[in-house]
């Protein structure tokens, strides 16, 4: 089965270092690699920016690949302390996805 991988090129070095594409699409299926929100240089910041970057670091990825928020089937999200997170990472993911809503598992 042909594939082609995606890199934006804010991901390149993750990628590159850590033999790892940020997406690869074959079939019409677009699979994207995990994303966190932490900042590169290891400094400290809330849940509720953490939840956002890795939101928009996402969206680079369907960007590169000529895809959109709206394109997302389904996701999986994992929590640590997540009775203390939930409301603000589900707050966060609605400036980014809306209805028609896709699927989703939080573990």
């Known amino acids: 089965m042909p594939r082609e ?3 934006p ?7 590159e270092s850590f033999h790892f594409s940020a997406a ?3 079939n019409g299926l677009l699979i994207l690699s995990g994303q966190i929100g932490a ?3 290891g400094s400290e910041i809330d849940a509720e920016d953490e939840f956002r970057n890795a939101w928009k670091g996402i969206g680079e990825v369907l960007a ?5 928020y709206e394109d ?13 997170h939930l409301g603000v990472f589900m ?4 400036e ?3 209805e028609p809503w896709p699927a989703w598992t939080a573990i």
């Open 24 to 26: 690869a699409k074959a």
């Open 96 to 98: 980014f996805v809306s």
């Open 91 to 94: 707050k966060v993911r609605d």
């Open 9 to 15: 090129a804010s991901h390149k070095p993750t990628a």
């Open 39 to 41: 900042p590169v240089d």
């Open 64 to 68: 590169e690949a000529g895809k959109g």
């Open 5 to 7: 991988v995606v890199n």
């Open 72 to 84: 997302i089937l389904e996701y999986t999200s994992y929590h640590v302390n997540m009775h203390d």
